[in-house]
């Protein structure tokens, strides 16, 4: 249903690829439906926010890492 691809895209922009933990708020679906579903459709823009949500992470990694 819609709502729970947003509370899934939501929850792995919180948990990252942790699917466990992702399917655990997620009612009757399991660990292997959100790992199912993430691999037919990660490339799609509704997880454009999550991509650029990552980026921004590894980005300040990069930056806190290079300080003198």
């Known amino acids: ?3 729970e691809r947003e ?3 939501d929850k792995l922009a ?3 690829k942790d699917f ?3 399917a655990s ?3 009757h679906k399991t660990t292997a439906d959100c790992i199912e579903f993430y691999y037919k ?3 799609s823009d509704c997880f454009e926010r999550t991509r650029k ?3 921004y ?3 300040a990694k990069v930056c806190s890492a290079n300080t003198y």
Request: proline fraction near 4%; aromatic fraction near 12%; charged fraction near 35%.
């Open 7 to 9: 509370n899934f895209i």
């Open 14 to 16: 919180a948990f990252g």
């Open 53 to 55: 949500k990552s980026e």
């Open 25 to 27: 708020f997620l009612d």
């Open 57 to 59: 992470s590894k980005q």
């Open 20 to 22: 466990r933990k992702i």
């Open 1 to 3: 249903t819609p709502e």
């Open 41 to 43: 459709n990660h490339k």
